[in-house]
């Protein structure tokens, strides 16, 4: 690793030049699954990113802004690179200038899921131009298949983008890939798949092999996770749709062998078994729809059963993650039945561990201790549950959008911090880790 990649540590600070040297030294590296981009010329990336960074800190009618950059080089142009692309371009009469006051007054006719602010970039040596040259929108088809809502969907362009998603939240990405961010002036970590690998997944295993209704593998990732992926996509969706209403919460996932009693008290409790009957009926729906020797007539109306099923699972996605907007934690178990909401931790639950640990990595062998008392009230609570018991994981969304889940591994509370919550969390292929070489490791 070169020495302008050194700035690792989630304690550290890093600037908009330390991004910038991170991003160039893992150009090379980087595997994309079509024709990797032309990348603009260092000067070029380091004044994009000062500017998004200015702009991200500044407010719209007292409103945080959120907002991606495009950026695309000035040859081979700009209407054949939209046309390759399958993108729609609202372009402007005149290039704009780039600066934090322009992506400010821009940002909110955009939603950043689905229209970027297009830059374009000119790399002459010496030379180096960059102009805003109008809004494309890619569509909604990758933001449904990221957030589970489709069993399909076509990669973002291949170009390098921008992505603020607040105050001081910058991160490069391309074509659906994350590359590098940062977060407050710290070093944004990548995002880590939890859901299928380490403390986390194993602490889903045994209602995942419950869901499968098979003894499978979970070593053999086509098969096992081809039969619990709609299980894991539920999941993703629930902490995705909390996380886009941003203003953060707590799910509480406990183990059916575990005495809720014993660590919250629930203000709401309930018993709410929809998600998993929804969930079975999906997988029955999927096996009909997908079932050989079908008639074309008979393969379609199984499909749009399927497709109504999906829509059941969405709207009770959508209840399940508003009611973490209700002050305190809501309460599952492992099925993903709710057992209540608004609940606090118990009064007899042990106090906050002094010391936790924050893992790099998803298997949670690489872990970092830190002091408890540097966190907020929700992450507090958490780490007192999962202390008490390791029937217990949380999942604890702030407000600026960061996920993170927090379970017990013998006596350490484990962090894992940057959850994914895209299509890694669920798909049925091996984890994109395999796929894309892990970036800078």
Request: hydrophobic share 35%; proline share 7%; charged share 25%.
């Given at each position: 690793m070169s020495?302008?990649?050194?700035?690792?540590?989630?304690?550290?600070?890093?600037?908009?030049?330390?991004?910038?040297?991170?991003?160039?030294n893992r150009w090379p590296s980087l595997r994309l699954l079509s024709d990797k981009p032309e990348l603009p010329a260092a000067p070029l990336l380091l004044e994009i990113l000062e500017c998004a960074h200015s702009a991200s800190l500044t407010r719209e009618e007292g409103r945080t802004i959120a907002?991606?950059?495009?950026?695309?080089?000035?040859?081979?142009?700009?209407?054949?690179?939209?046309?390759?692309?399958?993108?729609?371009?609202?372009?402007?009469?005149?290039?704009?200038?780039?600066?934090?006051?322009?992506?400010?007054?821009?940002?909110?006719?955009?939603?950043?899921?689905?229209?970027?602010?297009v830059i374009e970039f000119d790399n002459p040596p010496?030379?180096?131009?960059?102009?805003?040259?109008?809004?494309?929108?890619?569509?909604?088809?990758?933001?449904?298949f990221n957030a589970g809502r489709r069993l399909s969907g076509t990669l973002p362009p291949s170009l390098l983008m921008v992505s603020v998603s607040g105050p001081g939240s910058v991160r490069f990405e391309c074509a659906g890939l994350p590359i590098i961010g940062m977060e407050q002036g710290r070093l944004l970590s990548d995002a880590q798949n939890v859901l299928r690998q380490g403390?986390?997944?194993?602490?889903?295993?045994?209602?995942?092999?419950?869901?499968?209704?098979?003894?499978?593998?979970?070593?053999?990732?086509?098969?096992?996770?081809?039969?619990?992926?709609?299980?894991?996509?539920?999941?993703?969706?629930?902490?995705?749709?909390?996380r886009d209403q941003q203003h953060g919460g707590m799910f509480l996932l406990?183990?059916?062998?575990?005495?809720?009693?014993?660590?919250?008290?629930?203000?709401?409790?309930?018993?709410?078994?929809?998600?998993?009957?929804?969930l079975l009926k999906v997988e029955d729906c999927l096996r009909e729809a997908f079932a050989q020797g079908q008639q074309e007539a008979e393969s379609l109306k199984k499909r749009r059963q399927l497709d109504s099923a999906y829509r059941e699972a969405e709207d009770v996605a959508h209840l399940i993650a508003r009611l973490a907007s209700v002050d305190g934690c809501v309460v599952l178990n492992d099925r993903l039945d709710v057992l209540g909401f608004g609940a606090i931790v118990a009064p007899g639950t042990d106090a906050v561990?002094?010391?936790?640990?924050?893992?790099?990595?998803?298997?949670?062998?690489?872990?970092?201790?830190?002091?408890?008392?540097?966190?907020?009230t929700r992450h507090r609570s958490a780490f007192r549950v999962c202390a008490?018991?390791?029937?217990?994981?949380?999942?604890?969304?702030?407000q600026d959008g960061g996920v993170k889940a927090i379970t017990r591994r013998g006596s350490r509370v484990l962090v894992?911090?940057?959850?994914?919550?895209?299509?890694?969390?669920?798909?049925?292929?091996?984890?994109?880790?395999?796929?894309?070489?892990?970036?800078?490791?």
């Open positions: 020495n302008s990649e050194k700035p690792r540590n989630r304690n550290q600070w890093v600037h908009s030049p330390d991004i910038r040297n991170i991003l160039v907002f991606r950059l495009l950026l695309v080089p000035s040859l081979p142009g700009l209407a054949r690179i939209c046309s390759e692309h399958g993108m729609t371009l609202v372009g402007f009469d005149q290039p704009r200038d780039l600066t934090a006051q322009e992506l400010r007054r821009l940002a909110p006719a955009t939603d950043p899921s689905t229209t970027m602010i010496g030379a180096g131009r960059l102009s805003i040259r109008g809004l494309t929108s890619i569509g909604s088809e990758w933001r449904e403390p986390v997944s194993e602490f889903l295993l045994p209602a995942l092999m419950e869901y499968s209704g098979k003894n499978l593998n979970p070593s053999d990732w086509s098969e096992f996770y081809g039969a619990t992926s709609n299980y894991l996509r539920f999941l993703a969706w629930v902490l995705h749709l909390c406990l183990r059916r062998s575990a005495d809720a009693r014993g660590l919250v008290t629930i203000k709401y409790p309930c018993r709410f078994e929809e998600p998993w009957r929804l561990p002094e010391e936790i640990f924050v893992c790099s990595e998803p298997t949670g062998e690489a872990a970092e201790g830190h002091k408890a008392d540097g966190y907020g008490a018991t390791e029937d217990a994981l949380a999942f604890v969304l702030s894992f911090e940057n959850v994914a919550l895209d299509g890694r969390a669920w798909s049925s292929s091996p984890p994109l880790e395999d796929i894309f070489r892990k970036q800078g490791g």
